[in-house]
């Protein structure tokens, strides 16, 4: 099995929620929780600061297909590289998404079925 090297760390870059009515659940966890929004792409993307974690709401759209409840987002420096550990480690990798200036996706499961996925931000150089 490929190992991670040594002074990286993986880190929850945020944990989400899917969301059918994506005003209602945006006022709903500002409101409610007094949850700080950070950014907002209309009716596929709300993200808050929630005591220096993220935590977001997406659209069906915009979320892995078969979503549902909670989807932990890894963020990593390489989704190829940790994509293959999912891999050799009994995971399943799915789809790849790029978002442009933000980044990129990669779906995957764990081996007992959870969905989730990793984020590997743009190359800022």
């Not at 293959?84 to 995971?91: H, L, Q, S, T, V």
């Amino acid at each position: 099995m490929q190992k991670i090297p040594r002074g990286r760390q993986v880190k929850i870059q945020n944990i989400f929620y899917v969301a059918r009515r994506m005003d209602q659940a945006e006022t709903f966890y500002r409101d409610a929780l007094g949850l700080s929004p950070k950014f907002r792409d209309g009716d596929r993307w709300a993200q808050f600061d929630a005591g220096g974690a993220n935590f977001a709401l997406s659209s069906p759209d915009e979320a892995p297909d078969g979503a549902q409840g909670a989807v932990v987002v890894f963020e990593v420096d390489s989704i190829e590289d940790a994509g293959k550990r999912i891999e050799e480690a009994g995971g399943s990798t799915g789809d790849k998404r790029d978002m442009g200036s933000h980044g990129r996706t990669l779906t995957f499961t764990d081996p007992e079925g959870n969905l989730c996925q990793l984020f590997e931000r743009a190359n800022t150089d």
